[in-house]
């Protein structure tokens, strides 16, 4: 009779190392590890993003948000000298480590948590929170009629500019670009939101389901920083509750620094000014995107600048174990 050797003892489960508590939130999708280092003393480095936002070896995002005091960051000290209420800054980072300007589904998603944290109560009035683009002021707003039960924030986004000028203006396009999965090479519209974003429209949604973002589009002239490239189907306009037109577009986008993701805030922005701009005098202001993850909508407002609402959820609360994170195998 052949015995079965008693098993050895298992090896111990390796010591959780130094605890990082997150946050996971979205919106509309667009996905973010939030992290509150009110008092600065997180050492963000573009490695740790990287692991942070990994999907399979880390916890998983499109971007890494650190909610900080303005006064911590030399960017949040400048924003202080004109406004001194802007107490907490965002700090976002794509999910390749890099750093963005500006994101606008993180912003409601930052209201959101600073809510949760007691940082902000939004029956108190606007959040007013610093940004690499400037200060952006958030507010709760009522969900409009027949979308989905949430809680919205708008953002007024600040000035928007075309960066070609009058020539983009008059012509409608200054770029040229290239997506795999679509033939030929298509006139594009480059917008500023504080970020940078290159827009081009396709006819349908055939096409729209055709590209394939797996891989960055070639955009020329080649943008000095990079930018988002953003697909957009016009879907036309409808009279809205106070019987203004309203204007409805498709969206896709692939994110500088991240890849395609299911919403992009900004993005949305610059997919509706672009089409407004396209289709010229009496152009609807208000415009509804539907993404991939959902939909937002885009306000163009009197004073040159755009406002962006939007759903925020808060999903999860973790702690990371930092050495586990910082141990990927290829
Ligand atoms: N998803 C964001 C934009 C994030 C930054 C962008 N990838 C960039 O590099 O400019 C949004 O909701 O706006």
Redesign the pocket.
Known sequence: MTTVPAPSAAPAAPPVAAGLPVTKGH?TQ?DFVLLDDRDGLLDLTPALVRELADRRAGLGG??VIRLVRSAHLPEGAALLADVPDATWFMD?R?ADG?V???????VRVVAAFAERLGLWDASDGELVLGTRAGVRRVRRVPVPDGLPDAVWYAVDMGRWYLPGGEDAVRDGFDAQVAVAGLADVRPALGVDVG??HTVLALPGPEELDAADLTRAPEVRPVPPH?T?VELVVPLGETPGPDGALVGRVAMRVH????GE?R?????ACAAALAVRTWAGAGAPDVWLVDVPGGTVRVTALSDGHVELAGPAVLVATATVDLAAVATRTP
């Open positions: 919106g667009n499109d971007g976002y794509n890099s963005a300007e500006m994101c606008g589904n993180g970020n940078p990079g988002n994110e500088r620094g991240v993701t919403s992009c805030g900004t993005g």
